[in-house]
């Protein structure tokens, strides 16, 4: 479930909630008004709130804030990643041949591969290798962990 799915689901508990809070507080007003023994406009419980329904209806504000917040902010991670996509496909369309074939081996490998592999199926030097994954690393579309005498070299997205 995203966070804007999420936030309306919340917004729905408050709305629910809210509703439940305001019949049982007009209610227990009924309830008092009918065992009020004062003459009509005297009762010392006219417009009487509870102390548990102010708290009941802070609740529902507070959830109801963090629906919204979830809400707007689960559009904006969904334009951001949209970005970021777009952007991580034109940094792929625009790599150089050698770049592109090293790419694309880890890609086929599954977004993993030791350094060593590259150099086998990419028929590639070391050096060659090292220098063109220091450029994808810069890029920002691989990531380099060092496992014992080697590297492991993970796609980043």
Do not use: W
């Amino acid at each position: 479930m995203d966070n804007k799915t999420a936030g309306f689901v919340i917004i729905g508990v408050a709305v629910l909630l809210a509703i439940i809070i305001g019949s049982f507080t007009i209610q227990l007003n009924e309830l008092l008004h009918t065992e009020c023994v004062t003459p009509e406009g005297f009762c010392p419980h006219e417009g009487y709130l509870p102390s548990q329904s102010y708290i009941g209806f802070t609740i529902v504000l507070v959830l109801g804030i963090f629906g919204l917040y979830l809400v707007v902010t689960g559009r904006n991670i969904q334009k951001i990643n949209l970005r970021e996509k777009e952007n991580i496909q034109k940094t792929i369309n625009s790599l150089s041949g050698d770049e592109k074939k090293i790419y694309e081996a880890i890609v086929q490998a599954g977004g993993t591969l030791f350094q060593s592999e590259i150099m086998e199926k990419t028929e590639m030097s070391k050096v060659k290798v090292s220098r063109v994954l220091d450029r994808l690393e810069g890029k920002g579309l691989i990531e380099r962990r060092r496992r014992g005498m080697t590297n492991t070299v993970i796609l980043k997205h």
